[in-house]
């Protein structure tokens, strides 16, 4: 499966020579006004009087919940918010479990839903998911906009919309479609390669306690510990509050996309055709460039460490790092760039979309 090369834009800035602990949200807010600090105030300017709509476009496991929350921390709550229509459909189909909240759903659908099929059969075929009826655009685009109205006048980054091939035409209009002000809207189009998704899945662990989640290779603890019957080592829930605990694998991470493996040929095919579409503006972020261009056109604290574990002559556990290589969807020897960088490009290209 090819990827889709899109521009690679170097984030080295002249005189900042600094290194940064990207992990760190304090060095985090340096490290942005340092490399965007121009692009930072413009689109501050820009939201204390105006909004935009963006529609999130990658694989699944591609970032993007974690991106905007980068965006959320720059810019604040109060001026970005984010739509996730899977997790929309399932507060819902929690909410629609009372007759409180079924009446409330269908009362606003009454009001504002048109589609194909009636109110009414729209609902039976979003709670009889099983019986495979397909539920209508119309009826998200519904649900979308219910959402929107709760929030108070903030941009909005969309994330599960378009899904699907049918859905593209509605998302292209989606701005028009959801009566949401005259915003400019754009596509955020994010690409990744399926080792970095595969390896993310297979390393994941998560406490039993907390449910907080981290990765042995790429998000370790503090603490870390080893065990002296299957000579591995594992992480330690190092949480505030949390009590600490051993962090485990989910059953079924062993086989890495695999599980999820027609969800993304979708995802593939979906980017393909949107990335060529005109009359809307795009943002294009990439998470992994090769090798031979890292050292060039990034700093070695913005690429993605890989993180092994030996013990010394003592016991103690040493924690020791290196870049990351992987294969991209090329087969070519590439780095993995961490969140804030590819934040970095999503801040440089989103100050350039934006009216002056």
Same mark, same amino acid.
């Given at each position: 499966?090819?990827?889709?090369?899109?521009?690679? #834009?170097?984030?080295? @800035?002249?005189? @900042?020579?600094?290194?940064?602990? !990207?992990?760190?949200?304090?060095?985090?807010?340096?490290?942005?006004?340092?490399?965007?600090?121009?692009?930072?105030?413009?689109?501050?300017?820009?939201?204390?009087?105006?909004?935009?709509?963006?529609?999130?476009?990658?694989?699944?496991?591609?970032?993007?919940?974690?991106?905007?929350?980068?965006?959320?921390?720059?810019?604040?709550?109060?001026?970005?918010?984010?739509?996730?229509?899977?997790?929309?459909?399932?507060?819902?189909?929690?909410?629609?479990?009372?007759?409180?909240?079924?009446?409330?759903?269908?009362?606003?659908?009454?009001?504002?839903?048109?589609?194909?099929?009636? @109110?009414?059969?729209?609902?039976?075929?979003?709670?009889?998911?099983?019986?495979?009826?397909?539920?209508?655009?119309?009826?998200?685009?519904?649900?979308?906009?219910?959402?929107?109205?709760?929030?108070? =006048?903030?941009?909005?980054?969309?994330?599960?919309?378009?899904?699907?091939?049918?859905?593209?035409?509605?998302?292209?209009?989606?701005?028009?479609?959801?009566?949401?002000?005259?915003?400019?809207?754009?596509?955020?189009?994010?690409?990744?390669?399926?080792? @970095?998704?595969?390896?993310?899945?297979?390393?994941?662990?998560?406490?039993?306690?907390?449910?907080?989640?981290?990765?042995?290779?790429?998000?370790? /603890? /503090?603490?870390?510990?080893?065990?002296?019957?299957? =000579?591995?080592?594992?992480?330690?829930?190092? =949480?505030?509050?949390?009590?600490?605990? %051993?962090?485990?694998? =989910? #059953?079924?991470? #062993?086989?890495?996309?695999?599980?999820?493996?027609?969800? !993304?040929?979708?995802?593939?095919?979906?980017?393909?055709?949107?990335?060529?579409?005109?009359?809307?503006?795009?943002?294009?972020?990439?998470?992994?460039?090769?090798?031979?261009?890292?050292?060039?056109?990034?700093?070695?604290?913005?690429?993605?460490?890989?993180?092994?574990?030996?013990?010394?002559?003592?016991?103690?556990?040493?924690?020791?790092?290196?870049?990351?290589?992987?294969?991209?969807?090329?087969?070519?020897?590439?780095?993995?760039?961490?969140?804030?960088?590819?934040? !970095?490009?999503?801040? %440089?290209?989103?100050?350039?979309? !934006?009216?002056?």
């Amino acid at each position: 499966m090819a990827g889709f090369n899109f521009p690679i #834009e170097s984030t080295k @800035v002249a005189g @900042v020579t600094k290194s940064f602990d !990207l992990a760190n949200p304090g060095q985090r807010k340096i490290y942005f006004h340092l490399k965007a600090g121009e692009e930072i105030k413009k689109i501050k300017t820009y939201l204390e009087t105006n909004t935009f709509v963006a529609l999130m476009i990658g694989k699944k496991g591609s970032g993007k919940g974690t991106y905007v929350g980068l965006m959320k921390e720059i810019f604040g709550d109060d001026k970005i918010a984010q739509i996730s229509v899977g997790d929309i459909t399932r507060v819902v189909f929690e909410e629609i479990k009372t007759k409180e909240g079924m009446d409330s759903l269908k009362n606003y659908l009454e009001k504002n839903y048109r589609g194909p099929i009636s @109110v009414d059969e729209a609902l039976g075929a979003f709670v009889n998911k099983s019986q495979g009826r397909l539920l209508p655009t119309e009826f998200i685009l519904a649900l979308i906009t219910r959402e929107i109205e709760k929030l108070p =006048k903030k941009a909005i980054f969309i994330d599960g919309f378009p899904r699907s091939m049918d859905q593209v035409s509605y998302s292209l209009y989606l701005r028009q479609i959801i009566n949401f002000r005259n915003d400019p809207d754009f596509l955020v189009m994010i690409d990744i390669p399926e080792a @970095v998704i595969d390896a993310r899945i297979k390393t994941r662990v998560i406490c039993a306690k907390c449910q907080t989640s981290r990765n042995v290779s790429l998000l370790p /603890t /503090t603490k870390i510990g080893f065990d002296e019957k299957t =000579k591995e080592y594992y992480l330690i829930c190092d =949480k505030p509050g949390c009590g600490g605990g %051993r962090m485990v694998r =989910k #059953e079924g991470d #062993e086989q890495g996309i695999e599980p999820i493996r027609e969800r !993304l040929d979708t995802d593939q095919q979906l980017m393909m055709f949107i990335k060529d579409l005109y009359g809307i503006g795009k943002i294009y972020l990439r998470n992994a460039v090769p090798m031979e261009k890292a050292k060039e056109l990034f700093d070695d604290y913005e690429i993605t460490s890989e993180f092994f574990y030996e013990r010394d002559s003592f016991g103690k556990i040493l924690v020791k790092s290196k870049a990351w290589v992987i294969k991209d969807d090329d087969g070519i020897n590439s780095i993995s760039l961490t969140a804030p960088v590819v934040v !970095l490009s999503l801040i %440089r290209q989103l100050s350039r979309l !934006l009216p002056q």
